[in-house]
């Protein structure tokens, strides 16, 4: 789950000086959700099943054991997801609110701050200048709020729909060990969750690298593994509480 730290008030920048913030899409933070959600729903659900089931063959209490994680790493990720971006959205408000103050207050220096930004860019000064007249003649806040901010103030994150796709993917990415666990005889049940999650983790391993723009062999390596070790751990405390309690 992601974590999350409070802000307190945004810090107020001098008078002219450019300030920036990141900006998703909501479309892209409701898919960013989402394979995260299935990422943790079929390691956390596949670890937590395959520890039950290294104790017991009793079908009713792998069912249960495993019900009982999807439904609260539902919970928390839905929870954790609509605080972060709800966090996100009210720095982003802010940072606008104290964009259209300035914008108000000093004109001119941000008429300047505007320009400087274009020739940044690569625009020559006059070109430059003449980009910013226009821009802030046609909509001086929504010219400010793209080019220093990156923010489209219509299109803010939305933590409701980052919530809601980061719960149901995480109860489907949950889904897929309680059933390969569950469908099997007794006698293979670990083996055929272990190899439907590892195949289960490959293809959202590749998913992710492709969103995120990074290497698939590397992202499918870290996240295979790190499942592989999880299951590992709870298999083996599994055995041992067995064993002990035997």
Request: cysteine-free; overall charge negative.
């Amino acid at each position: 789950m992601t974590n999350v730290v409070p802000l307190g008030p945004v810090a107020t920048p001098h008078p002219g000086e450019p300030h920036t913030a990141g900006g998703l899409s909501g479309r892209l933070n409701q898919l960013r959700a989402g394979v995260l959600g299935a990422n943790d729903g079929i390691v956390s659900t596949a670890a937590l099943v395959v520890g039950v089931a290294a104790t017991t063959a009793s079908t009713g209490a792998i069912l249960a054991a495993g019900m009982a994680g999807a439904v609260a790493g539902a919970v928390s990720m839905a929870l954790g997801e609509y605080v972060s971006v709800s966090t996100q959205r009210d720095t982003e408000r802010s940072l606008l609110a104290y964009e259209r103050l300035e914008l108000e207050q000093f004109p001119e220096r941000e008429l300047e701050e505007l320009t400087a930004l274009y020739e940044a860019k690569g625009l020559t000064p006059r070109t430059a200048r003449q980009v910013a007249l226009e821009l802030t003649a046609k909509d001086a806040f929504a010219a400010h709020a793209d080019a220093e901010l990156h923010i489209d103030p219509d299109a803010l994150t939305s933590p409701w729909q980052a919530a809601v796709a980061s719960a149901i993917s995480f109860a489907l990415g949950a889904a897929l060990p309680l059933l390969a666990i569950l469908l099997p005889p007794p006698g293979t049940r670990i083996p055929i969750a272990f190899v439907a999650v590892v195949l289960a983790l490959t293809v959202t391993g590749a998913v992710s690298a492709r969103l995120g723009s990074a290497g698939v062999v590397r992202a499918v390596s870290r996240l295979v593994a790190g499942g592989a070790l999880a299951m590992a751990v709870t298999f083996g405390i599994g055995q041992l509480v067995s064993t002990l309690a035997g």
